[in-house]
Structures are given as structure tokens and as C-alpha cells.
T-cell receptor
Framework: AQKVTQAQTEISVVEKEDVTLDCVYE???????LFWYKQPPSGELVFLIR??????QNEISGRYSWNFQKSTSSFNFTITASQVVDSAVYFC???????????FGTGTRLTIIP | DVKVTQSSRYLVKRTGEKVFLECVQD?????MFWYRQDPGLGLRLIYF???????EKGDIPEGYSVSREKKERFSLILESASTNQTSMYLC?????????????FGPGTRLLVL
């Protein structure tokens, strides 16, 4: 069975601080995909990144970076120099090859304090 | 850009009413999904459709049915609404691709059942 754990329910940081959102996954498959989505107060989930299980390279996109470690089954997301616009609920999700569905974590609500 | 639209942002219904939630996507995606989002539970899949008139149950299909008569439209039906179906409902679509394809989400419908 697939499972995604986002242990941090809520995080608050002061603007310009760095913050890391944790994601731990469980799967027996060797081919799988990991996603991060952002849900701002407007409600629509916005796709941020997708990684496949064969690509453990870390990725950086502006102030966002992702650390994928198969050894610890983790796919953590770091925001550098946080801004108020980063306030949102962030979801990590897991997809397995051969199955069109995603398993989502319970989300982390991030609040950036001005 | 992919666009997924949902018929209502907010909906208030009475217990026992039949409720229709409509979702339309404009990118010719094969897959469409209905989720509900509840605090502390993340996103849970209700139903999934991989083609016109084809559907699969998700994790929590009880009390719901779906209809997909056209490729671009996927409807979620609450046959007899109950208060425990008060929730945020999110529709998504994706290209067929065995979970490696990104799901794109609509803005959500907040349903209140009184």
C-alpha cells in the first residue's frame, strides 16, 4: 500500500526565514513519481514539481528547492527567504507506475508572518 | 494552459437533496478525478474516470456517483446529500500516463449541507 506522511500540520515563520516542509513516502514499487502542490487561499491546487524514482538529483527553482532521498524515502521541500505570498497549504503526493491515481499527504499549512 | 473549471465555488444544499457538481476541462485529457478535501485528512479520491463512460471507484465512493458522457465533462452526483458530505470538492484532469502525468486541478467547490 502507498502512503504519504506530512508530519508537520502547521508551520509559521517570519518573512525572509528559510523553511523546510517534510514529506515521507512508503511504496513497494521501484518506479514511482513524487509531486508537490501548493494550495493558496483561493483553493486551487497548483503543481510545483514532479520527480521520478530514478532521478535523485536535487532541484532548484528560484527560491524553491527539493531534496529527494530514496535511502530515507523522503522528498523535502525548502523555501529560501520566504515571502508572504508563500503562505498556503502544501501537499506532497505519490503516484505508482501502472496506476493513474495519486496518494496525497494530509498537507502542511505554511504561514509567513510579515 | 490547462484549464479546469467547476460549476460553483460555493454551494448550500439541504439534507436529502440531489446535488450535481460539474467539472469541465479544455485540454482533451483522458483522465478526470473527483476528490474531497477535509481538514487533517488531505485529499481523498472519490471517483476516477479514464475515458468516456468509464469510471473506477476511489477510496471513498460511498454516497456518490459520477457521470462522464463527454470527454471534457465529469460530474459528481450526491444522490441524497447528508451533513457529513459537507466538504471541499476538487476536480482534476490529466493525460493518461500511469501516474507520471501531472494532475491539473480546478478551483474547488465548497459544499455545505444543512
Amino acid at each position: 500500500a502507498q502512503k504519504v506522511t506530512q508530519a508537520q500540520t502547521e508551520i509559521s515563520v517570519v518573512e525572509k526565514e528559510d523553511v523546510t516542509l517534510d514529506c515521507v513516502y512508503e511504496t513497494r514499487d521501484t518506479t514511482y513519481y513524487l509531486f508537490w502542490y501548493k494550495q493558496p487561499p483561493s483553493g486551487e491546487l497548483v503543481f510545483l514539481i514532479r520527480r521520478n524514482s530514478f532521478d535523485e538529483q536535487n532541484e532548484i527553482s528560484g527560491r524553491y528547492s527539493w531534496n529527494f532521498q530514496k535511502s530515507t524515502s523522503s522528498f523535502n521541500f525548502t523555501i529560501t527567504a520566504s515571502q508572504v505570498v508563500d503562505s498556503a497549504v502544501y501537499f506532497c503526493a505519490l503516484g505508482n507506475f501502472g496506476n493513474e491515481k495519486l496518494t496525497f499527504g494530509t498537507g502542511t499549512r505554511l504561514t509567513i508572518i510579515p | 494552459d490547462v484549464k479546469v473549471t467547476q460549476s460553483s465555488r460555493y454551494l448550500v444544499k439541504r439534507t436529502g437533496e440531489k446535488v450535481f457538481l460539474e467539472c469541465v476541462q479544455d485540454m482533451d485529457h483522458e483522465n478526470m478525478f473527483w476528490y474531497r478535501q477535509d481538514p487533517g485528512l488531505g485529499l481523498r479520491l472519490i471517483y476516477f474516470s479514464y475515458d468516456v463512460k468509464m469510471k473506477e471507484k476511489g477510496d471513498i465512493p460511498e454516497g456518490y456517483s459520477v457521470s462522464r458522457e463527454k470527454k471534457e465533462r465529469f460530474s459528481l452526483i450526491l444522490e441524497s446529500a447528508s451533513t457529513n458530505q459537507t466538504s471541499m470538492y476538487l476536480c482534476a484532469s490529466s493525460v493518461a500516463g500511469q501516474a507520471r502525468e501531472t494532475q491539473y486541478f480546478g478551483p474547488g467547490t465548497r459544499l455545505l449541507v444543512l
